[in-house]
């Protein structure tokens, strides 16, 4: 197996190895990837406890801000931060985010 990869092999339904070559997929971070996630849930089960930009130009945000939904900032930072959705209700919130002159605004989901 390649380290970045994964080796793929045909399996028969009847357990019977149908094809023995293997194949390899490159598995890459897209240069230019943020991954802004639409929901979490601080409940304390150690999964999606908080908020967390991800992506090869999450290092690179020059601005965010959360808003409730009736359009108050509650969070506004110069980079990327987490949240942990204290003190807030569950519901909808938007984020803006400006990354490499490009804005992305998303809904999140607070489930609590």
């Not at 990837?33 to 020059?62: H, M, Q, R």
């Not at 965010?64 to 969070?75: E, L, Q, T, V």
């Not at 942990?84 to 490009?102: A, H, R």
């Amino acid at each position: 197996m390649a380290d970045n990869g994964w080796a793929i092999q045909n399996i028969s339904l009847d357990s019977c190895i149908g094809d023995t070559s293997e194949y390899y997929v490159n598995i890459t971070d897209c240069p230019n990837s943020i991954y802004l996630p639409s929901a979490f849930t601080p409940n304390v089960d150690g999964k999606n406890e908080v908020y967390e930009i991800k992506g090869v130009l999450a290092d690179k945000i020059k601005y965010m801000a959360i808003y409730d939904r009736w359009g108050k900032k509650i969070i506004e930072s110069n980079n990327n931060i987490l949240w942990t959705g204290e003190n807030y209700p569950s519901g909808i919130y938007s984020i803006i985010v400006l990354v490499e002159n490009k804005k992305y605004v998303k809904n999140i989901t607070l489930i609590k």
